[in-house]
């Protein structure tokens, strides 16, 4: 891997750390500021809000400046984000803030992949880096429970600044204070991000253009025959994964009794498994093998069902390994095919701002479903439930849909997948 790769790792590693951490904060912020179950549920979703809004936009933006400094920008936004959380603003709308900044990062993030790197290198560059995201989802979600547990949380407090009352009066702001200096590492890294020989696409006069462009590069890939099938992929799988973060500590607070500090260590425990699998499917997989993984989404839709049924923490652990294990594997080979046919067909930025969308669009929707069944009095057994029969039974369609496109046309799936695998190699 080219040097630069690992700054772009480290980069990653820091400002997803900060993301699941202050995920763990910003719940329970809500919780002990008496809010209702539905607005904790429902930062999944507001995260989600401007990857949906502004996704005509941040792919374009990200071609046309250099993708470091792009990353520098949405690191800085996200702490802002912070800073508006710990001065007073709703939870929910400051979250929504660093999910801005989420959304900008991201196709920069994954763009400069495909223009520092061959294609035969990609499948085992998105597992270095899901298997790296996974680590700090672990992490993250770990460290924002800890930062606000019984033996951290009162060193924190007793910290202060002289002459200056910060208003830091919480365990949750303690541990969102914290973030801040993690999203400012993050975009130190991005500073050193190198500048690759890809040429840059101008922002045209007329932003609004950008929506019909951004229509026309949705249209081109659901049109691919391989990239609707990982666009279809990967887009429900992180729709359930990014609902299920909130989901397990919903399960864990009712079947095992766990405070939000207990229950997110549970979380990291599917990550955990999702980090192993990525690790596994970047060694054993090709890009042209990509399709064959899709009976594991319909297995890990059933898996999800089962969780109802456990009790134990000693049958959950291996439990939620498996899970995670199975998305993980699942995702990584997806996710690089994905990428290589947007970047075939539109360029690296403009691939990723639809892939953004398209995920973000099912997070936000799965989201707004779960809290509003929630705020109806649907219990954490019944949304997990719902759930996994959604995840069973769409990827069971994607795998009908992706051999109909075998059978009716053979021949341009065929070629399709001949130029994954000479570009693979």
């Known amino acids: 891997m080219k040097k630069g790769f690992y700054t772009i790792m480290a980069a990653q590693f820091c400002s997803s750390l900060a993301d699941n951490a202050l995920f763990v904060a910003a719940v329970e912020l809500l919780k002990t500021s008496g809010a209702q179950e539905w607005q904790r549920a429902a930062l999944v979703p507001m995260f989600a809000l401007f990857y949906v809004v502004l996704a005509p936009f941040v792919g374009a933006f990200a071609d046309a400046f250099p993708k470091g400094k792009v990353m520098f920008v949405s690191n800085t936004i996200k702490v802002a984000g912070c800073l508006l959380m710990l001065f007073g603003t709703h939870p929910l709308v400051a979250y929504a803030l660093v999910g801005l900044g989420a959304a900008a990062y991201s196709p920069a993030k994954y763009g400069i992949l495909t223009e520092l790197l061959p294609p035969s290198q990609l499948v085992k560059a998105n597992g270095w880096i899901e298997g790296l995201t996974i680590t700090s989802i672990i992490l993250g979600v770990v460290l924002g429970g800890q930062l606000m547990g019984a033996h951290v949380a009162p060193h924190l407090l007793a910290l202060d600044l002289p002459f200056v009352d910060t208003g830091i009066d919480t365990p949750p702001e303690a541990a969102i204070a ?37 229509w026309l590069c949705n249209q081109r890939l659901w049109r691919d025959k391989l990239g609707q099938i990982s666009l279809a992929t990967t887009t429900l799988f992180w729709g359930v994964s990014g ?27 599917v990550a955990v498994g999702t980090a192993v699998g990525a690790i596994v499917a970047s060694v054993w997989m090709r890009l042209d093998w990509a399709t064959r993984v899709i009976p594991m989404g319909v297995a890990m839709g059933l898996l999800v069902i089962f969780m109802n049924a456990i009790r134990d923490l000693h049958v959950a652990i291996p439990f939620f390994v498996l899970l995670g294990g199975l998305g993980g594997f699942l995702v990584v080979p997806m996710n690089a095919l994905l990428q290589h046919r947007g970047h075939n067909l539109m360029g690296a930025g403009r691939s990723i701002a639809v892939q953004n969308f398209n995920e973000q669009a099912c997070i936000l929707l799965l989201g707004a479903m779960y809290a509003g069944t929630t705020k109806a009095g649907l219990s954490a057994f019944g949304a997990i439930t719902a759930f996994g029969v959604v995840v069973a039974s769409v990827m069971a369609l994607i795998g009908w849909w992706h051999r109909r496109n075998v059978r009716l046309h053979r021949d341009e799936v065929n070629h399709l997948l001949d130029i994954a695998r000479s570009d693979g190699h």
């Open 178 to 214: 914290c973030m801040v200096l993690f999203y400012i590492a993050a975009a130190l890294f991005n500073l050193r991000i190198p500048r690759t020989e890809s040429a840059l696409q101008p922002l045209p006069a007329n932003l609004f253009s950008l929506t019909y462009d951004f």
């Open 243 to 269: 609902n299920l973060r909130y989901i397990v500590l919903a399960w864990a607070g009712v079947a095992l009794g766990y405070s939000t500090t207990q229950a997110s260590s549970l979380v990291g425990v």
